[in-house]
């Protein structure tokens, strides 16, 4: 069992930067790629990016790409989003989960969520014009 706890959510205006940040518990972190996702009202979940477990290979959401960069540091046993030029639409609840399956690489199957085991309770970001 991996818990995840996210933060950095927060209230903020059109064109604004937001550092999301997201905690995992036990030894194996550096084992895992590890994804960002969102979900507005209304809408499907969106992967919006995977990080790799080790290379730095990632991958964006067309919707993100550009704008949002993915990080992560084994050693705290941490992953971040960060969010410039965010946009209205950017508005959801941001969850981090994390891929438990032993590859370490992000495929398409990591941005639509299905080797995500672990996921964490989310963080909101609201975004106003």
């Known amino acids: 069992q991996v818990d995840l706890v996210e933060s950095g959510g927060a209230l903020a205006q059109a064109g604004d930067s937001l550092k999301l940040s997201c905690t995992a518990s036990g030894r194996t972190f550096s084992d895992y790629a590890m994804g960002w996702f969102r979900q507005a009202p209304g809408k499907e979940r969106e992967g919006v990016s995977c990080?790799?477990?080790?290379?730095?290979?990632?991958d964006f959401a067309d919707s993100v790409k550009g704008r949002f960069t993915i990080s992560r540091d084994n050693a705290k046993n941490t992953v971040y989003l960060q969010m410039n030029s965010l946009k209205p639409e950017d508005t959801a609840v941001y969850y981090c989960?994390?891929?438990?399956?032993?590859?370490?690489?992000?495929?398409?199957?990591?941005?639509?969520?299905?080797?995500?085991?672990?996921w964490g309770k989310g963080t909101l970001v609201t975004v106003s014009s």
């Open positions: 990080i790799s477990a080790s290379d730095g290979s990632a």
């Open positions: 989960a994390a891929d438990p399956t032993g590859w370490g690489a992000c495929s398409v199957w990591s941005m639509m969520g299905y080797s995500m085991d672990y």
